[in-house]
């Protein structure tokens, strides 16, 4: 196994999505949202990813505002035409950007308040060794999620919504323990937001 100083893991950021729950008619791209910090909602969740990895990987739907905003963050930005087919599409898109790094952590341009100490246990679980590491909170499993190089091959199949829920049911996962209710919490909604 490799030391963890030759280790590299690599922030991966799903903000391909719709935002269908948040805004039925898409006229408000609820990642351009404000949380109640004052940031939009993508760039929140960015520079946590950012705080922990020195590569961010990001997906979106296409050029626009919201790759900019990632961008200029210091992201790198894969456009995925393909994004309506689903979640798994996206991730995949994303990894073929980082299919070097020895795992990643996958969170969610949704998910503005997952705490930097969160991602960093995670980044943690997988240097030690760990094929999918998960954040738990009062036993509820929540986001990013963590994966180690071993189940890149199975990654880059994932298809659907789910995303790469399904390998959590295939393979044992290290609970990672967190005090971070961002871990649970996404913006599906306005009141989401308040």
Not at 28 to 49: D, F
Not at 91 to 109: E, K, M, N, P, Y
Not at 135 to 153: Q, T, Y
Request: net charge negative.
């Amino acid at each position: 196994m490799n030391s963890p100083h030759s280790q590299h893991i690599v922030g991966i950021l799903l903000a391909a999505g719709r935002g269908l729950r948040f805004d039925p008619e898409e006229t408000k791209n609820k990642l351009l949202q404000y949380t109640p910090g004052g940031e939009k909602v993508v760039v929140a969740s960015a520079k946590t990813m950012l705080t922990v990895f020195s590569e961010v990987v990001a997906v979106v739907r296409k050029e626009d505002v919201v790759a900019a905003s990632l961008r200029a963050l210091g992201c790198t930005v894969a456009v995925c035409d393909e994004a309506d087919r689903g979640m798994g599409v996206s991730l995949a898109c994303a990894l073929q950007h980082a299919t070097d790094a020895s795992g990643w952590v996958i969170a969610l341009g949704d998910m503005p308040y997952v705490q930097p100490d969160t991602v960093a246990a995670l980044r943690d679980a997988l240097m030690q060794g760990s094929d999918v590491a998960v954040p738990v909170r009062s036993g509820r499993r929540g986001n990013p999620v963590g994966f180690g190089r071993r189940l890149l091959p199975e990654l880059l199949q994932v298809e659907g919504d789910q995303g790469a829920r399904a390998l959590l049911h295939a393979h044992p996962w290290t609970a990672v323990e967190v005090d971070d209710a961002g871990i649970h919490q996404d913006i599906d909604s306005p009141a989401d937001l308040e």
